[in-house]
């Protein structure tokens, strides 16, 4: 896995995003042992965690630009 390398605090939300569907995919289809498993669920935990994060950050913003917008 490419990213695997940063920490996911460091990780954008595409490439959290991108990353977690690998990890997904290799569970689906099967680890090779039962160690490689687990830390790939770790890892897709960390990555949904970050994903939320990201989704919540912008929803915040949203809700600001439209409080802040002037009524007419």
Do not use: F, K
Not at 62 to 72: E, F, M, N, S, V
């Amino acid at each position: 896995m490419p990213d695997q390398a940063l920490p996911v605090s460091e990780l954008s939300y595409e490439q959290a995003r991108d990353e977690l569907i690998r990890v997904v995919n290799e569970l689906e289809h099967g680890a090779e042992t039962l160690e490689r498993s687990l830390q790939l669920w770790e890892r897709g935990e960390e990555l949904a965690r970050r994903c939320e994060e990201w989704l919540l950050d912008a929803r915040a913003r949203l809700d600001a630009a439209r409080a802040a917008r002037p009524t007419q």
